[in-house]
């Protein structure tokens, strides 16, 4: 009975206690809470709430503070009379008391914490006295006062270094910084010492185990035999430390061999207790060490990066400079003109034409662009669309227009559509679209800009989400103007280690303003002269030359473990594809053919099929193609050729069937020309007014570029050979064979690796160079075929052998 009421005794004290605790925690809980409302009050309304601090019992008079007057006269207490913002600090520490006291967590080591506190409240309030002056809000009056006594004694300097000498003393005594210190003075004694270089390797050979143990040898002058120390150990009496007392003791028995193992977990070893011939001082034991784990890909990745920093492509050409926008031509006629008079007569028109029909209308609302008003109409219930837009030619001779198109229905809305061209259109400058702040701040791979549309919105686009583009349009209704502003507007936005370009122009005269800017935008083949393609044969090595740097970049996309070219080079740029490997940072490559037909018309298929390849597989590694044509006849723009042009845009053609060809559908044959096109990524229909961009904008444009300093040689494409002509242009090829090609042979043939950084090295060559060697030296049978990140396979195996075949080709 009297353990019972002990037992009860003690239940009823610990309860008591535990309330105790629970209200004790709630009350610092509550008042940490009012302290940290008052003080932050404190600094909002100490002004108003000054002189009410004198008649604190008044019921007439009020604080502003949030907790009143007990709370502006705490924040008086401990921020103006006391230690200033410090004082928060108070709060803080009574907070997490109080979760100590209510919870039993803690969440910091509060007595810690506390002594750290203490510290700072006596000298924060003294530093910030010190710096900021008679700011009281920060320092209290009691800093200020310690502060004004110090330095009336030692001076602003004086007073200052006492601050720092505290501060450095405390951090001293309290983190142990002298320990530190001692051991950087054991590190340089034993930097002096001869036994440095041994216990660095053995720590550099322990290191990636966390658990390895260092083993002393114990010389110890007694000579025991095992059975008596296992004998002494098993009747408790000890043998050397503890520490050994406890590793001899899970021994077992001796074996017959006499031989005791024991096992750790850090590191596999066996200690042999000795026979009775043997003493104690000569136990033998192995450790057997880990081998030293070499540093995979990833971490030299990171390390690379962590000493060089992220590969920056731009560094090649650092001084490069973007176009300015002073270079493009500014119009006094740009901006949307609104003419109330012609939007109301042209509604009426619209209203009456209708009426007379019979078709009712609910509402119309006019939207002004630049070139096209576009007046939505919401008809009445029961009104078929179908006979609207059978009407379009009787709008279109009421109102006196040319072409009025109408969109029944406008996707998206609930409305009928109808675009009636302004009878003064306004200029849409490429001036105007390049300095918007939609072009200037938008975030594309490729960004396109090409004019602005209905709503007077400037239109981007990106050229890698199309992938590739098909533009058809009559002679003179803005195509050519449409392909320089694609260009400008690349030229605005990319460095010229990022991006390239193919031109194909077979009228010569369209894109030769762009051969000024061939060292730093163009790709060509080998061994040609112009940049700019214009002769047939050209345009069709060219075409698979560039099949020929898909495969290529397709087999380097595999190596690297990537499935598009954006991939690839964000992990070319952390420094995680070797380019003594073959891999190397890839630009876009964009393709741009004027006058499709007439390619068509003289190379047929030889054209098509190389074109229709590109368009099926290039848009993954980096290589675009934006085609044009003046007539956009199914003998032209084929069906194989469309499956692969999703994005089409089509200003102004002569009949319904070129629209269907270059749309699938009507429209644009009613463009009104001069610039005004339509686009269409396989969904909706946009009608927009195209930037204009003229003659001598482009030069001043390639001019600025041109004048730059540039890479020594355009993008070198790889070499091709045609199958019929192969020997034929084998032949030629040698005939302009490099300089460097038989030492290069030789290196090759001698390293047996077909590499192209490894000729780089030798010879002191480009990349460039040293890969058009490459495939002179592929095309002669050296080395075989690109094999994506493997070296090439050397096919002479002597240097006999390749002397011969060098005598030959020479």
Avoid at 265 to 287: G, L, W
Avoid at 764 to 775: E, Q
Wanted: some cysteine; proline content about 4%; hydrophobic content about 40%.
């Amino acid at each position: 009975m009297a353990k019972k009421t002990e037992e009860e005794d003690i239940e009823k004290k610990e309860k008591k206690l535990s309330s105790a605790r629970t209200v004790f925690g709630l009350v610092l809980l509550v008042f940490s809470i009012v302290l940290c409302i008052s003080f932050v009050s404190f600094y909002f309304y100490w002004k108003d709430d000054q002189s009410q601090l004198t008649s604190f019992f008044d019921q007439n008079i009020t604080a502003e503070n949030i907790i009143g007057k007990a709370g502006a006269y705490l924040g008086d207490i401990f921020i103006y009379r006391g230690i200033g913002a410090i004082a928060f600090f108070i709060p803080f520490f009574l907070f997490l008391l109080s979760i100590r006291v209510l919870f039993d967590r803690e969440l910091l080591k509060l007595w810690k914490l506390l002594s750290h506190g203490i510290f700072f409240i006596i000298w924060i309030p003294v530093f910030l006295a010190m710096v900021f002056g008679s700011k009281w809000l920060l320092s209290g009056l009691i800093g200020l006062e310690v502060y004004d006594y110090l330095k009336s004694i030692l001076g602003t300097v004086g007073t200052a270094l006492i601050l720092f000498l505290v501060l450095v003393l405390y951090f001293v005594l309290e983190f142990n910084l002298n320990g530190v210190k001692n051991q950087l003075h054991t590190f340089q004694k034993k930097l002096k010492s001869n036994d440095w270089k041994e216990e660095d390797s053995q720590t550099e050979e322990s290191e990636p185990f966390a658990e390895d143990i260092k083993y002393e040898k114990i010389e110890d002058p007694r000579t025991l035999k095992s059975e008596t120390i296992i004998s002494k150990l098993k009747n408790g009496e000890t043998y050397g430390n503890e520490e050994e007392n406890e590793i001899i003791s899970t021994l077992e028995p001796a074996k017959p061999e006499g031989i005791l193992h024991h096992k750790t977990k850090s590191a596999n070893f066996e200690i042999d207790i000795p026979t009775e011939e043997e003493t104690v001082d000569e136990i033998v034991m192995t450790v057997e060490s880990p081998k030293e784990v070499p540093l995979d890909e990833e971490k030299l990745s990171t390390s690379l990066v962590e000493e060089y920093g992220f590969y920056d492509p731009k560094l090649d050409l650092p001084r490069y400079q973007h176009p300015t926008l002073d270079l493009l031509k500014s119009y006094n006629t740009e901006g949307v003109n609104i003419n109330n008079e012609e939007l109301e007569e042209n509604k009426n028109k619209i209203v009456t034409t209708l009426g007379n029909y019979g078709i009712g209308i609910a509402s119309i609302k006019a939207t002004v662009g630049p070139t096209v008003t576009l007046y939505e109409i919401v008809p009445e219930a029961g009104v078929r669309i179908s006979k609207i837009k059978n009407l379009e030619d009787d709008i279109a001779l009421s109102l006196a227009a040319l072409g009025i198109r109408i969109i029944a229905p406008i996707p998206g809305k609930g409305t009928i559509g109808i675009e009636v061209p302004n009878s003064n259109p306004t200029v849409v400058s490429m001036r105007s679209v390049i300095a918007s702040q939609k072009f200037q701040k938008v975030e594309m791979e490729l960004p396109v800009v090409f004019g602005k549309t209905i709503s007077n919105e400037t239109f981007v686009t990106d050229l890698t989400k199309m992938p590739h583009m098909l533009m058809a349009g009559a002679t003179g209704q803005g195509k050519s103007v449409g392909l320089n502003a694609v260009v400008t507007s690349l030229l605005y936005k990319k460095h010229p280690s990022e991006l390239k370009f193919v031109f194909v122009d077979p009228k010569k005269v369209e894109l030769t303003l762009y051969n000024k800017i061939e060292r730093h935008f163009l790709a060509k083949l080998p061994d040609t002269e112009d940049a700019i393609i214009t002769d047939t044969t050209k345009v069709i090595n060219t075409l698979n030359s560039l099949c020929i740097e898909m495969d290529n970049r397709y087999k380097l996309l595999q190596a690297a473990y990537v499935r598009t070219i954006k991939e690839y080079n964000l992990k070319f740029k952390e420094r995680k594809l070797n380019p003594e490997k073959g891999h190397r940072y890839l630009p876009y490559i964009v393709l741009i053919i004027d006058e499709f037909a007439d390619l068509i018309m003289t190379a047929g298929k030889e054209i098509e099929l190389p074109i229709a390849r590109l368009a099926q597989l290039a848009r993954a590694i980096g290589i675009h193609l934006i085609i044009a044509t003046q007539r956009p006849s199914v003998n032209v723009i084929t069906g194989m050729i469309k499956a692969n042009f999703p994005a089409r845009v089509a200003f102004r053609v002569t009949s319904k069937i070129d629209s269907r060809t270059i749309l699938d559908g009507n429209g644009a044959d009613q463009l009104i020309g001069k610039g005004d096109m339509l686009f269409t990524t396989g969904n909706e229909l946009i009608r927009m007014q195209c930037a204009f961009v003229d003659t001598p904008e482009v030069e001043r444009i390639t001019e600025f570029i041109g004048s730059q300093q540039g890479y020594p040689d355009a993008y070198l494409l790889p070499e091709y050979f045609g199958e019929d002509g192969s020997s034929e242009m084998r032949e030629a090829s040698d005939m302009k064979k490099d300089e460097m090609f038989d030492e290069a042979a030789r290196i090759v043939v001698i390293a047996q690796q077909g590499s192209t950084s490894l000729i780089q090295r030798k010879l002191s060559l480009g990349y460039n160079r040293a890969g058009r060697i490459m495939d002179q030296l592929e095309a002669s049978g050296v080395v075989g075929a690109f094999e994506g990140s493997k070296a090439r396979k050397v096919l002479i195996t002597d240097l006999n052998s390749l002397e011969q075949l060098l005598k030959n080709i020479n």
